[in-house]
């Protein structure tokens, strides 16, 4: 049973009474392997099984449990707790202050049977869903650390700050966490994929477009181009860009609705300027071609900030 709490101090007094059977349960750090495996083998009368870590719950269906029964659990769960550890950490989640603290019980990732069409993994509101095509990435050692892409996807999206995210990039900066994972792993970059058919990697694709004619950020990139350059900024200003980014935002709490994407992409623009004490307009609006509009173009000259040293726009991995 799982309840979710709105609000600020909100309790709820709950209290089981009959009916419940016990079910198996690995806890990282409590339970031996073959605890749990004698736990597979004896409750067979329940349809769910569980892993539970620091800061993880992993609910699984009997069956899809018993998929990958013979890996390593305590090794899976703590690659989830390093998965977690490093999201939160490229999000500022630190505890310097009441704001920063990180989240309150544990990230739920959950074996689901029925998505909508068209849908693989999702996040929605409390969990992150996988349906059991997914479960040889999510619940094996080696696929969650060589492709997990997915759940490191997914875990981002329940890390995205709202205002500077317009709606166009909802499935962009979520990566930021992505490819923060792969550091963390010591994985290869996403961004360092080269298509066979051009050579290039996203970077130099990316690159080669710059300045071309009727260029736009939205239209002109593909997904991974459009990473870039929220790549780009760390590499000129820092490991600690995106944290300190995070924390500021936190700490102001600038509102918006999602349907004022022009005062989103101004805060990008605002905020990443503000956080790298330069004037990035540059590099927004003249070789990103960022929808940056004349209000966001004068807030940014307002901030009266140096120009970068280096053009954040030629870094790479």
């Keep these: 049973m799982y309840l979710t709490l709105e609000g600020d101090g909100q309790r709820a007094a709950v209290r089981l009474r009959s009916g419940s059977v016990p079910m198996p349960v690995f806890t990282l750090g409590r339970t031996s392997e073959a605890g749990y495996q004698h736990q597979l083998d004896t409750r067979t009368d329940v349809p769910v099984v569980e892993l539970h870590g620091p800061r993880s719950i992993v609910t699984l269906t009997r069956d ?5 029964r013979d890996e390593d659990h305590a090794a899976l769960l703590g690659l989830l707790e390093r998965i977690i550890g490093a999201e939160s950490d490229i999000s500022g989640l630190d505890g310097s202050k009441p704001v920063h603290r ?6 739920h990732f959950t074996e689901v049977s029925v998505v909508p069409s068209g849908v693989g993994a999702y996040a929605t509101h409390g969990y992150n ?11 094996t050692v080696e696929g969650l650390l060589t492709r997990g892409w ?25 990566n930021i966490y992505s490819l923060a994972v792969q550091r963390a792993l010591g994985r290869t970059s996403n961004l360092l994929t080269v298509d066979p058919k051009t050579g290039l990697d996203y970077f130099r694709s990316a690159r080669a477009k710059f300045g071309t004619a009727g260029l736009t950020y939205e239209k002109s990139f593909g997904a991974y181009e459009k990473l870039v ?12 860009f995106w944290p300190r980014l995070h924390k500021l935002v936190r700490e102001e709490n600038p509102q918006s609705d999602s349907t004022e994407t022009a005062l989103r992409y101004r805060a990008l ?16 609006v003249t070789t ?3 929808p940056i509009d004349a209000e966001g173009r004068a807030e940014l000259a307002a901030l009266q900030l140096p120009a970068p040293s280096t053009d954040p726009a030629t870094l790479a991995d």
């Excluded at 990180?102 to 990230?107: F, R, S």
């Design 150 to 174: 997915g759940l490191y996807h997914e875990l981002g999206h329940l890390h995205q700050q709202f205002a500077y995210k317009p709606s166009g990039l909802t499935e962009v900066t979520v």
């Design 129 to 139: 869903g996988f349906p059991r095509a997914y479960l040889d990435r999510a619940t």
């Design 64 to 68: 899809g449990a018993l998929l990958y």
């Design 288 to 290: 990103w071609a960022f």
């Design 102 to 107: 990180p989240k309150a019980g544990g990230y």
């Design 229 to 240: 350059p929220l790549r780009q900024l760390e590499l000129a200003f820092g490991a600690d």
């Design 269 to 284: 623009a605002t905020y990443a300027s503000r956080v790298a004490g330069r004037d990035l307009t540059d590099f927004f």
